[in-house]
């Protein structure tokens, strides 16, 4: 590392190192590049006598423009990595996603070029087609994508345990199991303080529509009962009258579009049942 130093290409051959270890496929030499590429990052810092001072090679620079020593508010707040650091990170997580979908059991074998043509939301929605939901919601989680990508994760991963369920157990407990998938719940007990706090946080706009698609595909296994217990946690109006409509409880679908005080859901509810009869 100190002679690529003295060339003064030490940032280009990180650079390298990261851009191998994403389009490689062999996992071995994947964990060697990104540890080439970490160690040279430790010797990517500028003098520490100067002004400026590099964290894993993004510039610091002490309030007021005195010496770190002297910047008594120098605490993590002021670390800013830089942006070879933070590819190393993204690179790191890419290579993570990459080898979970390459996996034998899932089969879904893409190259670094092709994950980012497809985007992160479109393996998702590839993923849920392809029945695997469990490892679309973990991508989804662990990407942190958008709220409305997460729920259709989470909502077929409800359907698939709604479907799948034993017969043995009530209406009640398959229920209580698909709404905290729903809700995103089951691993809540073992998270930090910060993330059940914002866990807590109202969830139920991000839900809207995911309880109706599971409501569906209960009835559609033979699971009414799990149906209207799921519904009566739908907050959209549409989603709701919707489900209700396919499951054939026209009644409720019109009291609840006349509650919401919608003539056209009225409208469409009152159709259906007539061409039902």
């Known amino acids: 590392a100190r002679a690529i130093i003295r060339t003064g290409m030490l940032m280009e051959a990180i650079e390298t190192c990261i851009d191998a270890s994403v389009r490689e496929f062999d996992i071995p030499l994947q964990k060697r590049l990104l540890r080439a590429a970490s160690y040279g990052l430790h010797f990517s810092y500028k003098d520490p006598n100067e002004l400026e001072t590099i964290m894993m090679g993004g510039p610091i620079t002490p309030r007021g423009g005195g010496n770190i020593e002297d910047d008594h508010h120098g605490t993590d707040e002021n670390l800013m990595p830089s942006p070879m650091a933070a590819k190393f990170v993204e690179a790191a997580k890419k290579i993570r996603i990459l080898n979970s979908l390459r996996h034998p ?7 670094a070029s092709q994950f980012d043509s497809i985007t992160p939301t479109g393996v998702v929605a590839r993923l849920i087609a392809m029945k695997r939901p469990a490892l679309a919601t973990s991508i989804g989680k662990y990407l942190m ?16 345990l709604v479907s799948s369920a034993d017969s043995k157990r009530s209406d009640s407990e398959i229920a ?29 706009d991000f839900n809207r529509g995911g309880y109706a698609s599971v409501a569906l595909a209960a009835n559609q296994a033979g699971r009414p009962g799990v149906a209207t217990l799921l519904l009566t946690l739908e907050t959209s ?3 709701k009258v919707q489900a209700l409509i396919s499951i054939g409880s026209y009644a409720d679908a019109v009291a609840v579009a006349t509650n919401a005080r919608d003539g056209d859901l009225v409208f469409q509810a009152l159709m259906e049942y007539e061409k039902s009869c």
């Open 237 to 239: 109006v549409v989603d």
């Open 105 to 111: 059991a899932v089969g879904f074998i893409l190259t």
């Open 145 to 160: 994508l958008p709220k409305s990508v997460q729920l259709l994760a989470r909502a077929s991963k409800a359907s698939a």
């Open 176 to 204: 209580e199991a698909a709404i905290k998938i729903i809700k995103n719940e089951s691993k809540r007990g073992t998270e930090g303080p910060h993330h059940q706090h914002h866990q807590q946080q109202p969830t139920q």
